[in-house]
């Protein structure tokens, strides 16, 4: 898995305690699965008793670890290319 996914996949469950997401800019939801099963094969991320999931001791190393790589180098999370729409004008209509 390349560490942009893993950064992405940590960040996201940290900030919301969920995957969803990750469904909503568009990525599939079982590419989603596998790379949480691989993570959680891993130690990275674990389930609380509610069945949420969390960061675990380790994850939260790691998640430091990308968050100190300097600024250039950040990835964030954005669509998928299919998905990408381009910015229209303030007097630009948008015709499906």
């Keep these: 898995m390349k560490k942009m996914i893993e ?3 940590l960040e996201t ?4 305690g969920s995957i969803m997401p990750l469904f909503k800019t ?3 939801y079982s590419q989603v699965l596998n790379w949480c099963n691989e993570l959680e094969k891993e130690g990275l991320i674990c389930r609380n008793e509610d069945d949420i999931r969390i960061l675990s001791v380790s994850g939260c190393q790691k998640l430091n670890e990308y968050n100190k790589i300097s600024e250039k ?6 669509p998928l290319k299919q998905y990408e729409t381009e910015k229209l004008g303030v007097e630009d209509v948008f015709l499906p």
């Design 7 to 9: 950064k992405m996949i």
């Design 13 to 16: 469950i940290n900030n919301t």
């Design 26 to 28: 568009g990525y599939a």
């Design 73 to 78: 180098t950040m990835y964030y999370i954005k």
